[in-house]
């Protein structure tokens, strides 16, 4: 089993800043990708950033430019780091982890979420 752990999130002014971290444990080998994806209220789910194995990246336009996804791979942990926030940013953010399991399928697994809502 893999576990994701979250922390980062809380309530900050429009404009500022915060740092979302995500750090994976149990049975890792490899990992195909690690991200963020977020659920504002009445919306569905949406990828906001991932970072895949061979280091590329990938952001929602909504966020480009403003967010920075990076990945400590000798800690398992990926970070977002969310600069210029906007009251359309307010979300719970959901961890996620992409990586082969026992028999080598593809695995997703999700971290419980942290809170980010920007308001003044």
């Known amino acids: 089993q893999v576990q994701l752990v979250e922390s980062g999130g809380g309530l900050v002014q429009p404009g500022g800043s915060l740092r979302l971290s995500c750090a994976a444990s149990g049975s890792i080998r490899s990992i195909n990708a690690m991200g963020w994806h977020r659920q504002a209220p009445g919306k569905q789910r949406e990828l906001v950033a991932l970072?895949?194995?061979?280091?590329?990246?990938n952001y929602a336009d909504s966020v480009k430019g403003r967010f920075t996804i990076s990945r400590d791979n000798a800690k398992n942990t990926v970070y977002l780091q969310m600069n210029s926030l906007k009251p359309e940013d307010t979300a719970v953010y959901y961890c996620?982890?992409?990586?082969?399991?026992?028999?080598?399928?593809?695995?997703?697994?999700w971290g419980r979420g942290t809170e980010v809502t920007v308001s003044s």
């Open positions: 996620f982890v992409n990586l082969p399991n026992s028999l080598g399928f593809p695995t997703v697994y």
């Open positions: 970072t895949a194995a061979d280091s590329d990246t």
